[in-house]
């Protein structure tokens, strides 16, 4: 088959396969509602955390991570040398652009971190994913803006990335520049769609997401105790309370 063609093919699964949202998803089964009603209304991993806590949220996150890194890989496997680094990427962009612009729901999508996270956890600097995303999270404990965990996160991994690819030069000079340059579009797009963010952050009026309670109570509740959130308590109507006259026989 000639290259075009499954290239062609490659962009088109890879953003239908993108446009699969899991926290939609998530959120309807487990929980009855629709994320992209509640909290800042965007369908991803930060605030599946805040409306639903962190078992729901680390579920989304892993799904999506699976689904775009595992999309990706399949690409570059099928994908003729020398053409497979270059293929993961295209696939990885496509992913991206179908999580953040799905064709079903008038192109309104989540900020694509999840996705984003994947595609260098399935990667070559798989193990540098590992260990910096501990990192981040770290820094998510004590700071608790996801926000500013998930910039350190995706740009330091764009900046490490480009660094090997040039470094190792494993692709031909023309496809590591085109590879770099999509890695930098992919970054470019996702801080596009956290403008919202940025401009809170540089106001100081940035929400902060509750990451160290919401994993205190997942880790401490009692065995066999359902965790749910304070909005899904409905308060019971109070018994009546009669009073005997005690004059009356």
């Known amino acids: 088959m000639n290259i075009i063609y499954i290239f062609v093919i490659i962009c088109l699964v890879s953003y239908l396969i993108g446009t ?3 926290s939609k998803l998530v959120s309807k089964f487990f929980g009855h509602k629709d994320i992209t009603k509640l909290g800042s209304g965007n369908p991803g991993t930060m605030n599946m955390l805040r409306n639903f806590g962190f078992k729901y949220a680390l579920f989304t996150f892993v799904a ?3 689904k775009a890194g595992l999309t990706a890989l399949v690409c570059k496997i099928v994908t003729p040398a020398p053409y497979s680094q270059l293929a993961f990427w295209v696939s990885g962009a496509f992913i991206l652009l179908g999580n953040n612009f799905p064709v079903w729901n008038k192109f309104k999508g ?3 971190v999840a996705c984003f996270a994947g595609i260098f956890l399935f990667s070559e600097l798989w193990y540098v994913g ?9 820094v998510l404990y004590f700071m608790d803006y996801g926000s500013v965990a998930s910039f350190m996160y995706l740009t330091a991994l764009a900046a490490a990335y480009t660094i090997f690819a040039w470094l190792t030069a494993t692709c031909e000079v023309w496809m590591t520049a085109v590879i770099t340059a999509i890695l930098w579009a992919m970054i470019v797009l996702t801080y596009i769609r956290h403008h919202a963010n940025i401009y809170r952050l540089f106001h100081g009026t940035e ?4 990451f160290k309670d919401k994993l205190k109570k997942f880790f401490c509740h009692k065995k066999g105790e359902e965790i749910i959130s304070e909005d899904q308590v ?3 109507p109070e018994e009546e309370i009669v009073v005997e006259d005690e004059n009356k026989e």
Not at 130 to 138: E, K, M, N, Q
Not at 207 to 210: A, L, M, R, T, V
Request: hydrophobic share 55%.
């Open 64 to 66: 999506e991570i699976v």
């Open 234 to 236: 409905e308060a019971a």
């Open 110 to 112: 989540g900020k694509g």
């Open 20 to 22: 699969i949202n899991f």
């Open 207 to 210: 929400n902060k997401i509750g």
């Open 130 to 138: 590992i260990i910096w995303f501990f990192v981040c999270a770290t």
